[in-house]
């Protein structure tokens, strides 16, 4: 497990400010093709050499994702997407004006993996693009929730989603046992969690975000950056920005 864990920290080690980081933009297996607008509030942030992330709309002009992904700046941040190899006329692209990383973050297995971009202008609410509300109440053992993203196989690069089951706490600690504060730790139980996973993008209870994709274990579990216990340092970002 020791050697694991070392194997892990090396292949995810990534700093905020940037560092380098293992590319945040992969695939997802086993996950039926959706129709869009499925989730209008799903962000496609594109970044430096080829790099992506997923994140979400949670403001007019805030956009939430995972703190690893600041290592791809500038990211330019595209809402209201489907197809994402060819600009469709539902597309609202927007330059960030600012990063916001948590100021404990270091590397995604050491937790505090959340980022906020303000965006430069509003985002237009439509039924393509809208924002999304936080879950506040904490998620029992069990609970199925769903995760969403793009991939990367050729020709077309379009939008998908899977259902995944939220662990019990005591459950994750088992399967990895210095799991940091603040992680939440789901999977399906066969294939359809992310394959390598859509860095930053939201995992979703009761229509409501509820953690940020951060990294995965052994292919089948997810680990996710749980967001309530985050709430008041994202208030007192978007007040103060």
């Not at 469709?88 to 993996?113: A, L």
């Not at 939220?166 to 603040?182: E, F, M």
């Not at 859509?198 to 979703?204: A, H, N, S």
Request: glycine share 8%; net charge positive; hydrophobic share 40%.
């Amino acid at each position: 497990m020791e050697h694991l864990q070392k194997l892990l920290l090396a292949l995810l080690l990534v700093a905020c400010p940037p560092a380098k980081a293992s590319h945040a933009w992969n695939r997802m297996a086993g996950a039926g093709r959706a129709k869009a607008p499925a989730r209008p509030y799903m962000a496609y942030l594109e970044g430096k050499n080829g790099h992506f992330c997923g994140g979400f709309l949670v403001a007019p002009s805030w956009v939430m994702t995972a703190a690893q992904c600041f290592s791809h700046k500038p990211l330019t941040v595209i809402l209201g997407a489907h197809n994402i190899q060819r600009r469709e006329e539902s597309w609202q692209m927007f330059e960030v004006q600012s990063y916001h990383c948590h100021p404990d973050f270091t590397n995604p297995m050491k937790g505090n993996d959340i980022l906020l971009l303000k965006l430069k202008g509003n985002a237009t609410s439509n039924s393509y693009v809208r924002t999304i509300s936080f879950q506040k109440i904490k998620a029992s053992g069990g609970t199925v929730c769903s995760i969403a993203g793009w991939g990367h196989k050729a020709p077309t690069a379009t939008f998908h989603e899977a259902n995944v089951t939220i662990h019990k706490q005591r459950d994750c600690l088992t399967v990895y046992p210095g799991l940091a504060n603040n992680l939440i730790c789901a999977n399906s139980g066969s294939a359809g969690v992310p394959e390598e996973g859509d860095t930053g993008g939201p995992l979703v209870c009761n229509n409501k975000a509820y953690g940020i994709f951060s990294y995965q274990y052994k292919n089948r579990i997810g680990f996710y950056t749980h967001i309530a216990p985050y709430l008041p340092w994202v208030d007192s970002i978007m007040k103060s920005a």
